[in-house]
């Protein structure tokens, strides 16, 4: 590689070519294959990346970590092929405009390489989130581990020979902790998700003749990653925060604009029951579109126990306004109770739906939420009288069998460990 070739180079490159493709009018010929919001979207992934790998000082970090210099190469040069191929699509649209006196279909051709283009830019930012993963390993130094039979004839851990310089060995890096290929659903969650600074904790042993156990030096709390200063608090002693309302009322005000059958108002019945579809996670223990099927659930006094705001509206003009459907303030309450009751299982789910879908703060809809949402910002155990509650509640009112919920022993830790606030 080049004396002057440097990740910040490499980086700035992407970047800039990137920003001047998603500027030029071309770029709308695409709109329905690829909407220019999600170009936006990858481009802040983009920067996100950068930040959270502390770009500026990588170089120097891994000035002894040859092949994983290699691989971050690689993929940025990667990245930069991506952005050539998308440019040369919208430099064969206008030579197709030329010729528009002849029918061909490749307008459909150019349209489907642009699919591709985008997957491959989008798998190629996941990729370097992930080795992000291993650069940001904290080194693993011989102090913490070597061991040296003292004169008491006791085995010394943590001492170091003088003789034998310390070294510090780069993190192994397989082909699959950067993988090339399209990640499935769960991978693309976890292989897009930053991983804050650890900071390492040496551990020092008082060795004696009476042969001390190890003691660790307590370990200080974490740096906030950039990603969570974006975020914010979304729970705060137990409470839902205001920003999390506004992620949920801007997931039901995309549910309410973009969901078929278009804008809506209000968050119909039959949105919520694709919202569920398309967020399913595994061992899902409702089955939504029967909880939220007007003909066998008596949905309104279900919204009415659970304290969630609704409009009754019509399906046609000329009929009585009968079937509940949630504001956006509804949906934010129905969320926020299903996040309390199982945080694990609606993570997933909200990491599905901002990971798939462009959401805006409802607030500010200049603000675009982040692609990914670390785990920690949710309550760490469920709240079981909720889970209890909402269970009764959807058997009652929509006629649904639920199978008894097992709560393990490390949930019951973690609610010993987490005492929950009353709302």
């Not at 600074?197 to 709390?221: F, I, N, T």
Request: charged share 25%; proline share 8%.
């Amino acid at each position: 590689m080049p004396p002057s070739t440097s990740f910040v180079f490499e980086f700035e490159i992407c970047v800039q070519r990137l920003s001047q493709l998603m500027s030029s009018d071309r770029l709308t010929a695409y709109e329905n294959e690829v909407p220019v919001v999600l170009w936006q979207d990858e481009l802040g992934r983009l920067r996100i990346w950068a930040q959270e790998a502390q770009l500026p000082s990588l170089e120097f970090r891994l000035r002894d970590a040859v092949h994983t210099r290699e691989q971050l190469f690689l993929i940025l040069r990667r990245l930069q092929r991506a952005l050539t191929d998308m440019q040369d699509v919208l430099n064969n649209n206008i030579a197709d405009e030329a010729m528009s006196d002849t029918d061909t279909d490749d307008g459909d051709v150019h349209g489907n390489e642009m699919q591709m283009i985008y997957h491959s830019l989008r798998d190629t930012i996941n990729c370097l989130f992930k080795i992000t993963t291993v650069t940001l390993q904290p080194v693993h130094h011989p102090l913490a581990s070597a061991k040296v039979v003292g004169l008491s004839g006791h085995v010394l851990v943590g001492e170091a020979s003088a003789e034998e310089p310390a070294s510090v060995e780069e993190p192994a890096l397989t082909e699959e902790s950067v993988s090339f290929r399209e990640p499935a659903a769960a991978e693309q969650i976890s292989a897009g998700k930053p991983t804050p600074v650890s900071h390492g904790v040496s551990q020092y042993s008082q060795a004696s003749d009476q042969g001390q156990k190890m003691e660790a030096r307590p370990r200080p709390p974490l740096r906030d990653t950039t990603l969570e200063k974006i975020w914010g608090k979304l729970f705060e002693d137990g409470r839902p925060t205001k920003r999390l309302g506004q992620l949920l009322r801007g997931i039901a005000v995309h549910l309410i604009e973009d969901y078929p059958p278009g804008n809506t108002i209000v968050v119909i019945l039959e949105k919520l029951q694709k919202f569920y579809e398309d967020t399913k996670v595994p061992s899902d223990l409702y089955p939504w579109q029967d909880i939220f099927d007007d003909h066998t659930s008596s949905i309104s006094r279900l919204f009415r126990e659970v304290e969630a705001e609704h409009h009754l509206i019509q399906a046609q003009l000329n009929e009585r306004p009968d079937i509940p459907s949630l504001t956006p303030r509804g949906f934010e309450r129905w969320a926020t109770l299903m996040i309390r009751a199982h945080p694990d299982k609606e993570h997933k789910r909200l990491q599905k739906a901002v990971l798939n879908m462009p959401i805006n703060n409802p607030d500010n809809r200049q603000e675009r939420f982040p692609k990914e949402i670390p785990r920690w910002l949710f309550p760490e155990a469920p709240d079981l009288t909720i889970r209890d509650d909402l269970d009764k509640f959807i058997s009652k009112h929509c006629g649904v069998t639920l199978p008894p919920v097992v709560t393990t022993k490390e949930e019951l830790k973690k609610v010993a460990v987490h005492p929950h606030k009353m709302s």
